[in-house]
């Protein structure tokens, strides 16, 4: 499900960004049903800290990549601040075809350290794309809806210049893979403010 490089990463109940988990009623993008998801959501604005220390970690996980909705502008981005509003945006793309219900077959690894998001191929010869911590605002999984008990993890970032945001969408093996890699970025985020703070 996932391996783990570098240092081994500890974890700690108490965590400064917050990963809450929420059961919700979500509209489906089948046939407008209504289905019942978990939805993870990491707060990356908390400020609470911990302790926790992942300098050098990488935790690495296996995903397929579903796609990415780019370059909204910045007012849209700002209605999609609770993690339902996103899963409903995401099923709307996907109904309008903006966005595949299915990934692509190949996995992907996606790594996360203090330093943000990475996703390679496989084989790891060369990054598809790569989400800086200080640019991510909100990550989140949920379960798809589609009843193989795969997760939607969502990332949603921003540019330097806050003027567009871009989400991001891969397909966990289940919610225990996605909840384990927002515990992970929660952690990620931990480690970096409480370094600043030091």
């Keep these: 499900m996932f391996r783990k490089s570098k240092k081994r990463h500890s974890s700690s109940s108490s965590q400064s960004s917050e990963v809450s988990t929420k059961s919700k009623s979500v509209d489906s993008s089948l046939g407008g049903l209504s289905r ?92 598809l794309h790569r989400h800086p911590l200080y640019l991510i605002v909100h990550m989140l999984c949920y379960d798809d809806g589609l009843g193989a008990g795969k997760n939607i993890l969502a990332l949603k970032t921003t540019d330097s210049n806050q003027e567009e945001c871009n989400i991001w969408v891969y397909q966990c093996n289940g919610s225990e893979q996605a909840h384990a890699i927002c515990k992970v970025l929660s952690s990620a985020f931990d480690s970096v403010l409480t370094s600043e703070k030091s």
């Design 36 to 127: 019942s998801s978990t939805v993870a959501s990491l707060d990356t604005d908390s400020t609470k800290s911990s302790g926790n220390s992942t300098s050098d970690a990488c935790v690495e996980f296996r995903v397929k990549y579903v796609g990415a909705i780019e370059k909204l502008h910045f007012e849209m981005c700002r209605t999609l601040q609770k993690p339902l509003d996103l899963v409903n945006y995401i099923d709307v793309a996907q109904q309008d075809g903006k966005l595949p219900f299915v990934p692509i077959e190949e996995e992907m690894i996606l790594a996360v350290s203090k330093y943000g998001v990475k996703v390679a191929t496989a084989d790891q010869c060369g990054a």
